[in-house]
Every structure is written in structure tokens, then in C-alpha cells.
């Protein structure tokens, strides 16, 4: 976006790097092309990784927004770069499930793959530190993560963005398997924050099950580069 020069470094993350700018109300994100799982334990690098990641994003973004869905997105900027809205992180990861995978599998001691009659909401205490660990609306009240009218809304929010990722992913063949969101507050508001790609999502192709994601990263699959491709050229469709 014309207008807006990029200020100090604020933030850097495993996957992104956050600036501020000259306007007090707008961040730029730079995406990385730098990998990492199991917090941080493995890390790697994947060509290409941060466009990819900064146009996907974009693009579902761009979905849930016009399904009424308040993001902090504003535009791209360059290959691997966005243009936010400055927001207050609720420090509570939430994670919607529509099949058994990963962590769920474990815990559920179900095979992964299975549907899920309903989709499952988690909440986890976003703390690098303490593991990132699971915990549940009493935690979050009695601690003041939030209050049970932003958690209200981050719940409401989360669910319809699954049924608007759902939708328009369908028709071009990526199975939601699960996916990570974060929500800021934005004056008065929560909003969607943060980013919605490979890194964060669970997407797995509707008839091969193949795996499009960063679990080829976590389990050593190989392919990575070419499944984050894949994805990109699907949801640009």
C-alpha cells in the first residue's frame, strides 16, 4: 500500500517477523521461509515457503472477510509481505478439528483419519515457554486470559470460519482436517489475527488423503515445497 514505510522490528517468531510502520494503526509481517515443529525443537528451511504462505493467507483472508468475518488483514505487500491492522493478541489459541489427527489421535486413541461427528473446539495457553499446553474455559476466566464475552465471540467466530473454509475449499479438492487460529483485540473487538496457511492448517487432498501441509515437514515425507505449491495453485482457482 502506497504510503506506509516500514519502521522498527517489534516481533520475530518462528515463521514471521513483525515491523511497525509509520502509521500507528498498521503492522507489515514478514513471512519467513524458516521451518520449525514440535516447538521449535526441529527446525528447517523451505523454499519459497514465506510468499506462499503471505498469498495464501491473503487469499483466505480475503474469504472470510467477505463472509463477514473481521480480520486484521489489509493487503499484500511485495512476495512476502502483509499489511495488518495493529491488534492485542488474546493469548488463547484455538484449534478447530473436523477429523482425527495428530495430538487428537493420541489422546483419543482413534486411528487418524476419522471423521468427526461434529467439529471439536480446543483452546490452548499460547506460551512458548510452558509448551503452548491445553486448558479450558476456567482456566481462562480464573487466570483473566479473557472474559466470557470475548471467548463467546472468538468461539462464535472460530466455528464460522470453519464452515466458510469448509465451503470454499471443497470444490477444489483440500479435505479441513484441523487448523490453528488466533484473534486480537482491535479497540472494542475481536477479530481474526495471526495467518491461515500450511503452517497452521491441516488440509489433506479429498481423494488421494495425501497430506498438503507442514506435517511432510514434522514427519519427514518429503515434498513439502511442492504441496505448500499445490495449495497455493488450488485456492487461487
Not at 32 to 58: H, L, Q, V, Y
Not at 125 to 142: F, Q, R, S, T, V
Request: some cysteine; aromatic content about 8%.
Amino acid at each position: 500500500m502506497d504510503g506506509v514505510v516500514k519502521r522498527d522490528k517489534l516481533y520475530e517468531g518462528k515463521a514471521k517477523i513483525v515491523y511497525s510502520t509509520d502509521d500507528p494503526d498498521l503492522l507489515i509481517i514478514h513471512f519467513k521461509d524458516a521451518a520449525t515443529a514440535f516447538n521449535g525443537k526441529k527446525k528447517g528451511s523451505i523454499p519459497g515457503k514465506g510468499a506462499m504462505n503471505a498469498e495464501i493467507s491473503a487469499i483466505f483472508f480475503g474469504v472470510l472477510q467477505r463472509s463477514g468475518i473481521p480480520t486484521h488483514f489489509e493487503a499484500l505487500l511485495g512476495a512476502d509481505e502483509m499489511l495488518a491492522k495493529r491488534v492485542g493478541i488474546v493469548p488463547v489459541e484455538v484449534v478447530v478439528r473436523n477429523v482425527v489427527a495428530g495430538s487428537l489421535a493420541k489422546r483419543l486413541g482413534l486411528p487418524e483419519g476419522t471423521a468427526l461427528g461434529r467439529p471439536v473446539l480446543e483452546f490452548y495457553y499460547k506460551n512458548d515457554e510452558l509448551g503452548d499446553p491445553m486448558i479450558n474455559e476456567y482456566h481462562i476466566y480464573a487466570v483473566g486470559l479473557a472474559t466470557e464475552r470475548e471467548m463467546s465471540e472468538i468461539t462464535r467466530l472460530a466455528m464460522k470460519c470453519d464452515e466458510v473454509l469448509r465451503e470454499f475449499l471443497e470444490p477444489r479438492d483440500i479435505e479441513l482436517v484441523d487448523f490453528k487460529l488466533e484473534f486480537g483485540r482491535y479497540g472494542d473487538s475481536i477479530i481474526l489475527a495471526d495467518e491461515v496457511t500450511p503452517d497452521t492448517c491441516r488440509f489433506w487432498d479429498r481423494n488421494t488423503r495425501e497430506k498438503m501441509d507442514k506435517d511432510r515437514f514434522r514427519r519427514d515425507l518429503g515434498g513439502v515445497e511442492e504441496a505448500y505449491r499445490e495449495v497455493l495453485r488450488r485456492v487461487r482457482s
